[in-house]
């Protein structure tokens, strides 16, 4: 309201339609200090807001309570307490704070459970596709690592190998991917909530769990490239 100028001590009036919610006055207040701007009624956006003193005669207010105990059993005392503070407050519409979240919240509830429910879906895939590459990867190279166990490598080492290539496969993976979702994260920004699409902590995360979905995709080829009889192996590439 008053752009590259100290707000305090300016004077501002209600709208003739609130100024009946204030108790004596005229409507005008003197500025006497600056908040910032708080999520109200929309979960996503701030939104500028007004805080009048309680002591002069705002008729409603707000606040908030910390327990363990449940709503049913902590709103005896809370009216007790009020009627005992004045006589004629009123307490009405106490809600739970999970209550008071449930409906702004609704959206992105379900916009997270559908992202997860096809993230999810996506990784299934990529590690049935995994597995099945480096099922075909072993069962190529078949005859190599026949080879390999008949010149005295042993089975730690071979095992190695299948995994090595796994994390090879994974890990460009998984590097193409960060690299899309960097490039894509102006269109991600509106689906969340409380974190950023560019959160690093987040990305850390989902390639780490690539990676580790992707190792244990790739175990069951190794150890079984482990048991190959190297004889049977030579005999089957003559």
Not at 21 to 29: A, H, P, S
Not at 86 to 91: A, K, Q, V, W
Not at 102 to 121: H, K, Q, Y
Not at 129 to 157: F, H, K, W
Request: hydrophobic share 50%; charged share 20%.
């Amino acid at each position: 309201m008053w752009p590259a100028e100290d707000a305090i001590g300016k004077r501002v009036r209600l709208p003739a339609a609130r100024e009946t919610d204030i108790v004596g006055g005229n409507g005008w207040r003197t500025v006497i200090g600056v908040a910032r701007d708080a999520r109200l009624r929309n979960v996503r956006k701030t939104t500028p807001i007004v805080y009048f003193p309680i002591g002069q005669g705002y008729w409603q207010g707000s606040f908030a309570v910390r327990s363990p105990l449940p709503l049913a059993t902590l709103l005896p005392a809370l009216r007790a307490t009020t009627r005992d503070a004045d006589p004629g407050l009123t307490l009405w519409n106490a809600r739970t704070m999970g209550e008071l979240l449930d409906r702004p919240l609704a959206e992105p509830r379900v916009s997270a459970l559908l992202m997860s429910t096809f993230g999810l879906a996506a990784l299934l895939l990529a590690s049935i596709g995994l597995y099945g590459v480096m099922s075909s990867l072993v069962r190529d190279q078949t005859r190599e690592i026949g080879i390999r166990l008949a010149l005295g490598a042993t089975t730690s080492v071979v095992r190695r190998a299948v995994l090595a290539r796994a994390a090879i496969v994974t890990a460009s993976g998984a590097a193409i991917g960060l690299v899309v979702a960097l490039a894509t994260s102006h269109l991600l920004g509106a689906l969340l909530y409380g974190v950023s699409a560019t959160d690093p902590l987040s990305l850390g995360v989902a390639c780490a769990v690539l990676l580790g979905v992707g190792g244990v995709a790739a175990y069951l080829p190794a150890r079984r490239a482990t048991k190959i009889d190297p004889a049977r192996a030579l005999r089957e590439g003559d």
